[in-house]
């Protein structure tokens, strides 16, 4: 009998991908390709406890992506910080960790098949 949870999730995840995905091009430095990948634009809040105790919220642009999309040089793999996703129509997306002890990726779901990227903006598409 099939995980009907899986099966529902991997549905979810597809009418995400064929309905609000665009697409992006991934880069990293020392790789020799670049990967076309489609990407879901998302936000996370971190809080953070300044200097003086106080808690502000530090807000992340997320970008969702399949793992099996995540490839460099022909091979899957994991984000890693420093990593570039322009967005087509957008604009260029580096993967970087919040900050403190958060991590630049985490997944996202239950069945660990996507990414969810935290980046920070880095330029507008001309």
Do not use: C, K
């Amino acid at each position: 009998m099939s995980d009907l949870l899986q099966t529902g999730s991997e549905l979810l995840n597809d009418l995400l991908e064929s309905h609000a995905a665009q697409t992006a091009s991934l880069s990293r430095v020392g790789s020799t390709t670049n990967a076309a990948v489609l990407v879901t634009l998302g936000e996370t809040e971190f809080p953070r406890v300044g200097q003086d105790g106080l808690t502000t919220e530090e807000r992340t642009q997320d970008l969702l992506v399949n793992v099996d999309q995540y490839t460099l040089d022909a091979a899957q793999a994991e984000p890693e910080p420093g990593d570039v996703l322009t967005v087509s129509g957008i604009g260029r997306f580096v993967v970087d960790s919040p900050g403190g002890n958060e991590p630049a990726w985490r997944y996202s779901g239950r069945h660990n098949n996507r990414y969810r990227i935290h980046t920070r903006f880095a330029q507008a598409s001309t």
